[in-house]
């Protein structure tokens, strides 16, 4: 009983020691060498395979969208392509994908996904990710095309003003 006693207070002495360099703006990597944070955040990236997908095919944009199944599709096509090792479980795991995914602060569609081309304007529907979009897609949301139609005209207008000083 005593010794029940004695471990939990030296587990709480330990709390009050992290919360305490918590408070301090302190946190265990900062008692920690540069090169061993250094080897750590390595060791992260080494072992998460969306993030080498995410930085290589994607691009987080708010307003964004990106169909669920294509974005599957291009991230188990990325790591064949390269050979790289996903494990097993994930390779059967869509839902793995759309979890890391919102970690990310990608937000589910819930199939309310509305795709609208930027050459023909046609839309599609389906279920996908609200703020990620593939790199250089030709697909976007009605509100991120309205940004960048409202960004030209901007843009536009910019270059009157200035033509118009010029003269």
Known sequence: MA????????????????????????????KMPTSAVEALETMK????????????????AQDGGMPSVEGW????????????????????????FERMLS???????????????RKDGVEKRSRGFYGIQFKNSTWGTKAQLELERSQRM??????RDVAKLAK
């Open 103 to 117: 970690v990310k602060g990608v937000r589910d569609s819930k199939g309310n996904l509305v795709l609208v081309n």
């Open 154 to 159: 901007r843009d536009a207008e910019v270059k």
């Open 3 to 30: 010794q029940a006693c004695c471990s939990r207070r030296s587990e709480l002495a330990r709390r009050r020691g992290y919360l305490k360099l918590q408070s301090e703006g302190k946190g265990l990597r900062d």
């Open 45 to 60: 990236k080494a072992q998460d395979p969306l993030a080498e997908w995410l930085e290589d095919c994607c691009e987080l």
């Open 73 to 96: 599709k291009s991230f188990l096509a990325y790591h064949s392509e390269r050979n790289s090792e996903v494990p097993q479980s994930v390779k059967s795991d869509r839902l793995w």
